[in-house]
């Protein structure tokens, strides 16, 4: 079973400021739309956006429940009819990040995730800095195709071992504190697998959900189509260039460890692999078609014309074909490879959530929202684009520290789409970094689910997360800037 971090809402106070706020908000949009004339829709629409804007901040109501605010306000506000609303929660990208997630949730049923990641961290030898770029490598690997909570979870008892491992043999040095929260190889294995579950996230459209939800909008927005492919052309060189910087500043400046060599870690690490024993059908099966949809996602444009007429096959067409192949294949036990309980594990609040963003994106499109919004734009047209993305950047950053990543998402993509049309920039030149920046929360145990996992083993301290994260921040930052001036015109 896939282990999922469930994000905790802030106190009873900031919830109910949150819930009042918002709806003071809206009600002082709705009360000026009366006046507004021909914008007045634009305004019923803004009234919306607040209240959810407030509402996800906050967490005053659950995400998933906000996200189906749109549903009841915009047919009783003349902002859309609910049969266009309901469209948007059964986008086919929403079904593609469904897809993601059950194959995910086969490789935790027959251990294929864990026996991945303890390959890699096998073959690392016994040098501390290398054993914990393994860890990270690792993690970043598995993040790409399961959910980032549920690959820190995994990863943190390999690393607990390690770090436990590691202050026993450092635990007679003379000066060395092995206490939780003082060991500095224990804070770099922590803050590692923490930053590395979010950096391998945004690898693939379905690591994390503020990718699936950038495709969906810049389709809805801008038209632009994003293939699986072509976004791994994005995030596989964001991972490839942040992960071993964020590694040389956690291992080299950070928080160095106190012994260059960790004897025996190799060997605790094979004793780990050998207790999951050798491979089972089951295992070799789901293996053989997770590997086959990732091939089918990345090769589709190159096969698709020979099975299907064009713009009638979708990324999310070859998941739902891999997750039914999960059910419909025995797994040599009796039973299947995925059996009926899989639905229970599904993050509905997710889907859910997605939606909700998708419908106020269109809402803001369809009431001139976007048009008064790109007005207000004109403004930064001085600020030079790779300084403006760097804000964006950053703004993202903080917001994420205190929302979740995807209500964040979901708020601004739609106000960088009107300002990149009020610039005459390409929609994706602004949306595709503030979606990448999305994930990069690293400062706090709240602003990602693996912060708040690595956090609750008491080996790291606020004050050292704010240190590893605000440089990981910057670093991150400054990767996405310029992979994005340099890659995104080329490929959208």
């Known amino acids: 079973m896939v282990t999922r971090f469930v994000r905790k809402p802030g106190s009873a106070a900031a919830r109910r400021v949150g819930l009042w706020c918002g709806v003071l908000g809206a009600v002082t949009l709705l009360t000026l739309a009366r006046g507004a004339g021909e914008q007045a829709d634009a305004w019923r629409m803004a009234a919306v956006a607040v209240l959810m804007a407030c509402w996800w901040?906050?967490?005053?109501?659950?995400?998933?429940?906000?996200?189906?605010?749109?549903?009841?306000?915009?047919?009783?506000?003349?902002?859309?009819?609910?049969?266009?609303?309901?469209?948007e929660?059964?986008?086919?990208?929403?079904?593609?990040?469904?897809?993601?997630?059950?194959?995910?949730?086969?490789?935790?049923r027959w251990g294929l995730d864990r026996r991945l990641a303890l390959g890699i961290v096998a073959v690392m030898g016994d040098r501390t800095r290398v054993i914990i770029f393994g860890l990270m490598a690792a993690t970043a690997l598995l993040s790409m195709w399961v959910s980032n909570s549920a690959t820190a979870a995994m990863m943190m008892p390999v690393g607990l071992a390690l770090t436990e491992h590691a202050a026993a043999a450092a635990g007679g040095l003379e000066g060395v504190d092995v206490a939780p929260g003082r060991f500095r190889f224990?804070?770099?294995?922590?803050?590692?697998?923490?930053?590395?579950?979010?950096?391998?996230?945004?690898?693939?459209?379905?690591?994390?959900?503020?990718?699936?939800?950038?495709?969906?909008m810049l389709e809805d927005l801008a038209g632009v189509h994003v293939g699986f492919g072509q976004w791994m052309l994005i995030g596989i060189p964001v991972v490839l260039l942040t992960l071993p910087l964020v590694w040389w500043w956690l291992v080299r400046v950070a928080y160095p460890p106190e012994i260059d060599r960790l004897p025996g870690g190799r060997r605790l690490v094979r004793e780990e692999l050998r207790r999951l024993g050798p491979w089972t059908p089951g295992a070799r099966r789901t293996a053989a078609i997770?590997?086959?949809?990732?091939?089918?996602?990345?090769?589709?444009?190159?096969?698709?014309?020979?099975?299907?007429?064009e713009g009638m096959l979708k990324d999310a067409t070859v998941g739902v074909a891999g997750a039914l192949a999960l059910f419909l294949t025995p797994s040599g036990d009796g039973g299947r490879l995925l059996e009926r309980d899989a639905w229970r594990e599904v993050p509905w609040n997710v889907l859910l959530l997605f939606g909700g963003g998708l419908a106020l994106a269109r809402g803001f499109v369809d009431t001139?929202?976007?048009?008064?919004?790109?007005?207000?734009?004109?403004?930064?047209?001085?600020?030079?684009l790779p300084v403006f993305l760097l804000?964006?950047?950053?703004?993202?950053?903080?917001?994420?520290?205190?929302?979740?990543?995807?209500?964040?998402?979901?708020?601004?993509?739609?106000?960088?789409?009107?300002?990149?049309?009020?610039?005459?920039?390409?929609?994706?030149?602004?949306?595709?970094?503030?979606?990448?920046?999305?994930?990069?929360?690293?400062?706090?145990?709240?602003?990602?689910?693996?912060?708040?996992?690595?956090?609750?083993?008491?080996?790291?301290?606020?004050?050292?997360?704010?240190?590893g994260g605000v440089v990981a921040d910057l670093v991150a930052l400054v990767v996405i800037t310029a992979v994005t001036l340099l890659l995104v015109p080329l490929l959208f």
Request: net charge neutral.
């Open 290 to 309: 997770v590997i086959l949809t990732a091939v089918a996602w990345v090769t589709r444009e190159l096969w698709q014309p020979w099975v299907a007429a």
């Open 368 to 384: 001139g929202l976007a048009r008064l919004l790109s007005e207000v734009a004109v403004t930064l047209a001085e600020m030079p």
């Open 57 to 87: 901040v906050s967490e005053a109501l659950p995400l998933a429940a906000t996200g189906l605010v749109p549903v009841v306000a915009f047919p009783l506000l003349d902002i859309m009819p609910v049969a266009k609303v309901s469209r």
């Open 391 to 467: 804000t964006i950047g950053v703004v993202v950053v903080i917001l994420t520290e205190f929302a979740s990543n995807t209500a964040s998402t979901a708020m601004v993509l739609p106000l960088l789409a009107a300002a990149a049309a009020s610039l005459g920039l390409a929609p994706p030149l602004l949306m595709v970094p503030a979606a990448l920046a999305a994930s990069m929360a690293f400062m706090m145990p709240a602003g990602t689910p693996p912060n708040a996992i690595v956090f609750g083993t008491g080996y790291v301290r606020i004050p050292q997360m704010l240190w």
């Open 186 to 216: 224990g804070v770099a294995v922590m803050l590692g697998i923490a930053y590395a579950a979010s950096i391998g996230g945004v690898g693939t459209l379905v690591g994390t959900p503020p990718n699936v939800l950038l495709a969906a």
């Open 89 to 108: 929660y059964g986008h086919h990208l929403i079904l593609l990040f469904l897809a993601g997630f059950l194959l995910a949730l086969a490789l935790g």
